[in-house]
């Protein structure tokens, strides 16, 4: 269980290169820190301290009891001699007057600090690289947008904080198992112009009352913790290399943004718990067999839950179009790009015109080459209206 601490003196990291004083800035995708004027670069010794998870019920508990009241310090740069503060949600970015990379601890903001991180995998270059190519593939996007994903337009890097939920699950269900059977019955339809009846075998469903328990223990279920970006958004940058995350180390997030959780533990579970539902509601589908399922009640209970708070990067940026502005998020790790899009109404337009052009055809051709008429003779034929039994 984590030490949550309340200090209010902020704690500002400095990483200054070794031969011109610069300061250094991670370089995606390695283990150094490097110097963007004179090349130097710092190794970051990795960490050989395990991975911990933290006992869910104990953290909320402590959580309930009063917090000291935080205020949010000023910043010093030590380049410029700029005093200033970050966003509220944010604790490592650049100085606004100099650009200096600027770190500062968590702990001054909120109870629990991040104890694991996944370093940026793939640099600037690389992310802007797969954005062209997402935007390329989208169908009906304005050419305007992807005139923008060729410009030189600037990526911002952000650790992003999430959380992490393991739980063992036990649910006790109630429900129905349908299984289908089939009988047969007279159906209308035409032949020769006229209407006939025939007989076919039409599907009925067979309702059981049933009951039972399911188990299932759940690992690592991820929880964005950022209000910065919509929450579909930030599942769709999954899967992440959650089995590579190594201890925090504030090197790895100079030259880049960083954000508190914005998301509250106990919000964070119950996001959680929503996700392992849908889960658990597939393995009772499952386990009550048949061929159709229909879950009356369901009880979860919830035991040996932990938790874990990492941050994960992103590259981020936006663009307006016809104002509005349009989000889109880079997996700093696999450069899969997630994001909000516009739609050409032209383009969509052109689509459907063609594709009524195309059925048009089809039309005509079998109605010239007599296949409609064969169609219309024959039993998989229903005629267009409905007749009501």
Known sequence: MPKFKTSLKPGVERFPCGQCGAILKYAPGTEHQVCEYCGFENHIEPSAAPIQEYDLQQALRQLSQPQAETVKAQIHCDECGAGFQFDSHIHAGECPFCGTPIVTTTAQAKPIQPKSLLPFAIGEAEAKQQFQRWIAKLWFAPNAVKKYARSDTKLTGVYLPYWTFDSDTETDYVGERGDVYYVTVPVQVVRNNRTVTVMRRVPKIRWTPVSGR??????????????????????????WDLYNLMPYDEKYLSGFRSEYYQVELDE????????????IYRDIARNIGGDHQRIHQARTRHDKTTYKHCLLPVWSAAFRYRDKSYRFVINGRTGKVQGERPYS?????FAVLAALLTAAGIYYYLETSGALQKLQQSDYYVAP???QW
């Open 214 to 239: 399911v188990r299932r223990f759940f690992d690592d279920v991820l929880v964005g913790a950022s209000k910065s970006l919509p929450r579909k958004i930030l599942d769709a940058l999954q899967p």
């Open 385 to 387: 209206y409905h007749q």
């Open 345 to 349: 109404g032209w383009k969509i337009g």
């Open 268 to 279: 964070g579970f119950d996001a959680a718990k929503q996700i392992m539902d849908s889960v």
